[in-house]
C-alpha cells in the first residue's frame, strides 16, 4: 500500500504529464470564470505579480516582464511574473449534477484578458516578448500568504511551491506590444504618450489557446464546492527573463476585461 501511494504521488506532484486529452465526445455547453477583480487589492486572493527578489504586488494591473523590459522613467524595472486564480467549485458541481461525474469533460481550453500598452507606473515595464503559462496544482496563495515564488524556469523552488505543474503552451505564447493601429515604440517613455488606457488603440483583449494537460484537466473536473479546491491556477513566465524585453501589462481590476478562464464542455463517449 505504501509503495502504491508513494509511486503515485512521484508520478503526481514532480511534473504532471502533458499528454493532452481527447475524447471526441459532443458539445454540451461552455464556461467562462474571470478573475475576482483587483482594483484596490481587492482580488488579492487571485492575482498576484511576483517580482524577481520575492516581493509580490496586487491591484489593477500586474506585470509579466523580463528584466530588459521600459518603464515610463526609461528604465527598466524588476522581472516579474504573474499567477491568476479561478474558483470553478460551483459551476463543476452543477455540471456533475447535469451529465453526471465523470460523465463530461472539457475542450479547447482559453486565457483571455485586456492589456495596456503602457502603464504609468514604474512598477511596470513595456515590451514585446514570449511567455509560456503554466498551470500550478497549488491554489493555496494569495499575494501576501503563501505567494508564488518568483522563477525564471521550473525550477526545484517553483516545483516545490507547485507542488504540480504542466506546461500549457507548447510554442511559446508571444506578445507583440502591438494593437491593430498603434505600434509601441520603448522611446515613447519621455512622450506625454505614456499614459494607461483603458479604451483606444493603446489597449486591447487577447486570447491564447492552452494545452488540455491532463492534471490540468483533471483539476477542474475534480473541483469541489469548497475551499481551495474550488479553484484553478495558472503561473504566466516570460521566456529567458533575464535577457527579455517582455513588458505585458494585464489589466486585473482596472480596465474593461477580467482575466477569463474558458473552455467548451463535452460529453465523455
Partial sequence: MGTRFSLFALMFTVVTSMASIAYGG??????????????????????CMVMNGGSTWSGGASGLQGSDGTNMSCGNSLAANVALKFNVGATVAALNAAYGV???????????????????NTRFNGGAGDFNIYWVGNDGWSYNSNPPVYASSPTTAFSSWAGSYALL??????????????????????????????????????????????????DITGATNGGDYNNVS???????????????TIFTGGGTTLPTLSFDVVSVP
Fill in 26 to 47: 459532443s458539445y454540451l455547453t461552455s464556461e467562462s470564470f474571470a478573475v475576482s477583480a483587483g482594483g484596490n487589492h481587492a482580488g488579492t486572493s487571485t492575482t
Fill in 234 to 248: 495558472l503561473y504566466l513566465m516570460p521566456v529567458n527573463p533575464a535577457a527579455s524585453y517582455l513588458g505585458l
Fill in 102 to 120: 465523470g460523465g463530461w469533460t472539457i475542450e479547447n481550453p482559453k486565457l483571455t484578458f485586456q492589456y495596456t500598452l503602457y502603464a504609468n
Fill in 169 to 218: 503552451t507548447a510554442s511559446a505564447a508571444n506578445y507583440p506590444w502591438t494593437t491593430s493601429s498603434y505600434t509601441g515604440d520603448a522611446s515613447d517613455c519621455a512622450q506625454s504618450v505614456w499614459t494607461t488606457d483603458k479604451t483606444g488603440n493603446k489597449q486591447a483583449v487577447v486570447t491564447y489557446d492552452l494545452d488540455a494537460a491532463s492534471g490540468f484537466v483533471g
